[in-house]
């Protein structure tokens, strides 16, 4: 099997395009993991045990099975009970839900690092709840978190391939359409792996960039 | 690299002291820790190296077990052990080699370092089993003798984290002596204990220079013990040694005046 | 029909497919684990002929998606002359790519023991591989032991792929029964439970077990 390139330029445009697409869903799925994740890891925080319970249930739930499984089960369930979702709404939820559930980790580690003092600070001068997590004791949970969530962004990109299964257009699903259509495989699915590898590997070091800015914004280094 | 060619092969027989360090200088980096020491210690002797932090002095135990020098060789009963004999030329030791010659050379930490997943015997007996190839039996023997010496026996099956400091660093000469090194190293042993046990180690120590013909080096800042059982004191300072003599002489009599400040300072502190 | 009368007709089906999915995992973890020790000692020997292969391989199966290795394993090798049967394809897949992340965690593993051991072991003239077999790795591996429970239930998680490339897995069979009775939420929701119960029920148990048996080996209990 020889690779060519001809066929190679001939499938870039259209790859390229799903690659625009794979950064879209990435974008908005992390988007909802970003958001839902916070909202997960407060509710943990709440005084009422089994709201508490439930939440850290549902997280461990989340985390424990695989996410092409809710995937499936997101996009076929609804049809079951008359809601149709689209590939792409469906995909969205299941991969925003399920990084969701990481990101609340993440958050309620970096929370955690907060030394206790500072709430007990909070605390003396009488700060809302709301105050004290989002003006004190969040910024400070920050700069710890970054790297793990870091870490789920590309995680959650490398994860889109698995939206390909639902039919959401993006990367992967685009090199099965041309590797089916074509009966050539070969070089579709390496440019893909090829995609995938340019935009991680400098990742790491961009990561480790972000979070020494995010801790110069704050005044912490 | 000076000229290793003004090196001897072989220490002559009549010029032969356990421990040789011959112009030997250590550098880290752009920083010369030592600088051209020239260090004999002969067989049965027991020397004491003393002198402030950043002197060097933990460098010289260092450097005859874990580090690599920089200039000058260092002889360990006659033969180098920095260097190699190649077609009647010294040349820098490979890295077989040097492990090798360190064979003869067992040191003690000042942090124990015990093997927390083994037992005090087998701590002890890990060494003779697994370098220097002897029968598990043979070893156990040797390793309950050693551990009867320095009067660990009835702990022989317990774990380090059971064990008290002093009881570790016991157990760390006795698996250390079980190699039967020729020179003993003895890197602060008893700056990481508490008060009350320093006692039993270096009774320990005080038993083994004086009924066992052992060539001991140590570096310690427990200057009363020194001078007690010590035949010679070196004064290390700025890389250098100082001032030496025996216990009597340089603790007594120092006639530098860095000495001077450096023990009266450590008398003020006791 | 009731949720006990679907898994009365349909249970035999996951139960075959528990032990597909059994197989899988237990083939995939032993060879993560081989390829986790020889790439995680090769990033760190000071040979470079050891690390950069080592570096390379671990950048390369952690930078892209496991779905799309699975997927190049299973199309494209086979065009270069190398075939091998889909049992043997998903379980290798599983095993090089999480070995590339478990070769960083026995890496770490290994620099968080103390530098005192490697002394003590030094100045006992132990060879570099006496030293390393002896006395650093059965340290390292307590160290290693909490991140290798979440590499563990990635790695099970990874199996549901396999499904994709037809294995008959749990995910395969919730497909098929998907595909037959419309019953999404129980087909799919079957098969998230046994997952999870896989996860929380038997392999976290199982690590934390393993973690205790070594505390006391390593007299740490």
């Known amino acids: 099997m020889e690779w060519r390139w001809d066929f190679t330029w001939e499938i870039m445009p259209k790859m390229l395009a799903a690659t625009g697409n794979t950064l879209i869903a990435a974008g908005l799925g992390y988007a909802i993991a970003i958001v839902v994740g916070l909202m997960l890891a407060l509710a943990q925080r709440t005084p009422y045990r089994p709201v508490t319970l439930m939440v850290r249930e549902f997280v461990e739930f989340i985390r424990s099975t695989p996410l092409v499984l809710q995937i499936f089960f997101v996009y076929y369930v609804g049809p079951q009970f008359g809601i149709n979702l689209s590939p792409w709404v469906a995909g969205m939820i299941a991969i925003g839900l399920h990084y969701s559930a990481y990101l609340s980790e993440v958050y309620r580690g970096g929370i955690e690092s907060v030394p206790a003092g500072q709430w007990e600070a909070c605390r003396s001068i009488s700060l809302s709840t709301r105050d004290t997590y989002f003006r004190i004791i969040i910024p400070q949970a920050l700069p710890p978190s970054v790297a793990g969530m870091g870490n789920y962004l590309v995680g959650i990109f490398k994860d889109t391939p698995m939206l390909s299964v639902i039919g959401v257009a993006e990367l992967m699903h685009a090199a099965n359409a041309i590797g089916g259509q074509h009966y050539r495989y070969l070089e579709p699915y390496t440019i893909v792996g090829v995609v995938f590898l340019l935009i991680s590997l400098p990742s790491a070091g961009l990561i480790r960039a972000f979070e020494t800015w995010v801790r110069r914004k704050l005044g912490m280094t | 690299m000076d000229n290793l060619s003004t090196f001897p092969l072989e220490l002559p027989a009549d010029d032969k002291p356990m421990v040789r360090f011959q112009n030997v200088t250590k550098r880290y980096g752009a920083l010369t820790v030592l600088d051209n020491l020239n260090l004999d210690v002969a067989e049965g002797e027991m020397v004491t190296i003393i002198g402030p932090s950043g002197s060097g002095k933990t460098t010289v135990l260092r450097m005859l077990m874990l580090e690599q020098i920089q200039g000058g060789v260092i002889y360990v009963d006659g033969r180098p052990i920095t260097h190699m004999n190649k077609g009647g030329k010294l040349i820098p030791a490979s890295e077989k080699y040097i492990r090798v010659a360190r064979e003869d050379v067992g040191m003690c930490f000042q942090h ?108 310690t800042h427990q200057m009363g013990f020194a001078r007690e059982i010590s035949d010679r004191v070196c004064f290390f300072y700025g890389g250098r040694i100082e001032e030496q003599g025996s216990p009597a002489e340089l603790f007594g009599n120092p006639r530098k005046e860095r000495t001077q400040q450096f023990l009266s300072a450590v008398k003020s502190a006791d | 029909m009731s949720y006990p009368e679907f898994l009365a007709v349909h249970g035999g089906r996951y139960l075959d497919g528990i032990q597909v999915t059994a197989v899988q995992f237990l083939m995939a973890a032993a060879l993560a684990i081989v390829i986790s020790l020889i790439m995680g000692l090769g990033k760190l020997s000071s040979n470079r002929l050891l690390r950069w292969p080592a570096v390379a391989y671990i950048e390369f199966f952690r930078g892209t998606s496991l779905l799309v290795q699975l997927f190049w394993l299973f199309y494209v090798l086979p065009l270069f002359g190398i075939t091998f049967d889909k049992y043997v394809t998903g379980f290798l897949a599983l095993g090089l790519n999480l070995g590339a992340y478990g070769a960083e965690l026995v890496r770490g593993g290994i620099q968080a023991v103390p530098r005192g051991q490697w002394e003590a072991a030094y100045s006992l003239s132990m060879s570099p591989a006496k030293r390393m077999w002896r006395i650093i790795l059965p340290q390292a591996l307590l160290n290693m032991l909490p991140p290798w429970g979440n590499l563990i239930i990635e790695l099970l998680k990874g199996t549901a792929l396999v499904a994709l490339i037809a294995v008959p897995d749990v995910m395969f069979e919730a497909r098929q029964i998907n595909g037959s009775t419309f019953l999404s939420a129980q087909a799919f929701g079957t098969a998230l439970i046994i997952y999870y119960i896989f996860a929380r029920l038997l392999v976290t148990p199982f690590m934390r077990w393993l973690e205790r048996v070594m505390s006391r080996k390593l007299g740490r209990a």
């Not at chain 2, 039996?137 to 059971?162: C, F, N, T, W, Y």
Request: aromatic share 2%; net charge negative.
């Open chain 2, 112 to 219: 124990f370092n015990l093997f927390p997943h083994m037992t005090a015997i087998q701590n002890c007996m890990e060494g003779p089993v697994q370098v220097l190839g002897m029968s598990k039996k043979d070893a156990r023997e040797r390793s309950e003798e050693l551990l009867e010496l320095v009067g660990m026996i009835d702990k022989k099956d317990q774990h380090p984290s059971r064990l008290s400091g002093g009881q570790q660093q016991r157990v760390a000469i006795a698996r250390a002596l079980a190699m039967r090194p020729k020179v003993l190293l003895l890197d602060e042993v008893t700056s990481a204990l508490d008060p009350e046990v320093i006692g039993e180690v270096t009774e320990v120590i005080k038993n083994l220079v004086t009924a066992h013909n052992l060539t001991i080096m140590m570096v």
